[in-house]
């Protein structure tokens, strides 16, 4: 089992000051982060806890999980590691457009 905990289904005002004073109560709160979006700075709704050792993040879980905290019940589970995403496509040039791309797109004028 693991120290690092997901918290799922924030409310959308939650910050990282809230998310380690929740879970505080359960034990030693080694890190606390809410994820926000990178254009807008809002929530995402959820964030990840690392707990002190395995002991109080067991009790995270079952003190915490499916607690309303601003008309919403919190998702908390272990975290799992982040699966690898496969590469983006798109971008400038190419056969879809872009900037001088072949099929179309942008062209500077001289």
């Given amino acids: 089992m693991s ?12 910050r990282d000051g ?12 080694l890190s606390a ?11 995402k709704g959820f964030g990840f806890v690392e707990m002190g ?18 008309g919403r019940d919190l998702v ?9 995403r496969p590469p983006r496509s798109g971008g400038f040039g190419g056969d879809r457009g872009g900037f001088r791309g072949n099929g179309g797109g942008y062209d500077r004028a001289y």
């Fill in 76 to 84: 908390v589970n272990i975290a799992r590691p982040m699966e690898p």
């Fill in 53 to 70: 050792n395995e002991v109080e993040a067991q009790a995270a879980i079952q003190g915490a999980h499916g607690q309303n905290f601003g």
């Fill in 18 to 29: 809230d998310l380690e004073q929740t879970f505080g109560q359960y034990g030693n709160v």
């Fill in 33 to 43: 982060k809410v994820m926000m979006e990178r254009d807008t700075g809002r929530s």
């Fill in 3 to 14: 120290n690092k905990l997901y918290v799922g289904n924030l409310p959308y005002s939650f």
